[in-house]
Every structure is written in structure tokens, then in C-alpha cells.
């Protein structure tokens, strides 16, 4: 690759469970050479109002002052999945650029069902999708809902899994970090162990770069 360039859209701060202030990982990820970064914050029908206006703030003054594009976001977490696309509206509206859904990993007990409502919801990333089913990777082809790829312990098990069904039905990858504190954060030995350990070849990663790429700028429009 000729540059490099650091882009996740999937990290948390102490507005849900992660460590950090939203400046202060805002800063990390800057110092750790990120272009790009999305606070997606942990969320359900009790939390969004509150996270999403402050997030939607710090994003906007610390983009400024740190150049570094920085989205606002959220992570559907543990909605019923009945209530999903309703609950992506609800986020689009209070101002979140960039919509995850908790998806169905193989490492917590998240309802069934949640995959299959994620992509067809209209949000943009499926996170750590475990043992995702062909048609649900078939659809999230067709919806334009980017399947997630992560370096987080434990939820990077079906990384293969999910690495395969998406090359087979045309869906789109991304590689987050689900960062929830600071040595989380993206560099290139984790990029190229989740990549290897995935069946995939490092020049895979320039596709995947640019998905994530694609997604940054319309979401910052």
C-alpha cells in the first residue's frame, strides 16, 4: 500500500462502556495517524436522545480544532430486532452520521433476529455478525449495509465466517476496532493479523479501505 490510512467507524467512550472522553480518544486517534473516526456509542430507546446531541457536539468543535474528520454515531445495542428500523430513524434524526447495529456475535447473547432486521433497517454497519446466514449476507449486499470485520477480542472468532459470506454474495466489508480503550485503537499489526486470520490478502485491505472511505463521505455531507 502507498499510504496508509486509518479509518473506524466503531469506537466507544465513557458515554456507554468505554474508559475515555470523547476529546481524549478523539486525540489518541489523531496522534495514532487516523483520518477518519466514528464514536459510536452504545444506545437503546432509553439512552439515544441523551448520547447522540452531546456526541453530535464534541464531534463537530473537536473536528475543527484536531483535524481529523470525526462522525458522530451510535450502536443499536440489544434492541428487539421489531423495533430496529424504527430506532435507525429515531438516530438518524437526532443527528447520528453513522448507524451500527449490534449484531448476532458469537461471544454475548444477542437476540435472534437482530441480523436480519439490521440489514434490512437502512443502517450502515452490521457489527461482529457471528455466524451471519447467506441470505441475511445476501441482503446486506443488496440494502448497501456494510458487514464488520473486527480486531475485538472474542467477537473477532467468525471473522472467517463473515470474510467469505460476503466475498460470496457481494456484500461490503469494513475493519473496525470496536475501541473501547486506548490500546484498542487501529494500527497495522492488527490490521494485518485480522486480514490473515480472515482468509484474506493484504491488498484485500485497500478494498475494504475504501468502503469505509465511501461511507465517511456520504455520511459527512
Known sequence: MKETKFIDLHAHTLFSDGVLLPSELIYRAKFNGYDVLAITDHGDISTVDFVIPR??????????????TVLPGIELTYVPPAL???MVKKCRKLGAKIVVVHGETTAENVPPGT???????????????????????????????LLELTTRSGHNRTNGHVAKLALRHGAKLVLNTDTHGPDD?????????????????????????????????????
Do not use: W
Request: proline share 1%.
Open 55 to 68: 456526541i453530535k457536539k464534541v464531534c463537530q468543535e473537536l473536528s475543527k480544532h484536531y483535524k481529523i
Open 84 to 86: 430496529i428500523k424504527a
Open 115 to 145: 441480523n436480519r432486521a439490521a440489514v434490512l433497517s437502512g443502517a450502515d454497519i452490521l457489527a461482529h455478525p457471528g455466524f451471519i446466514s447467506d441470505e441475511e449476507a445476501k441482503l446486506a449486499a443488496r440494502n448497501g449495509v
Open 185 to 221: 485503537l487501529m494500527d497495522m499489526k492488527k490490521i494485518k493479523n485480522v486480514i490473515d486470520k480472515s482468509g484474506l490478502k493484504i491488498s484485500d485491505y485497500e478494498t475494504i479501505l475504501k468502503n469505509a472511505a465511501s461511507l465517511a463521505r456520504l455520511r459527512s455531507r
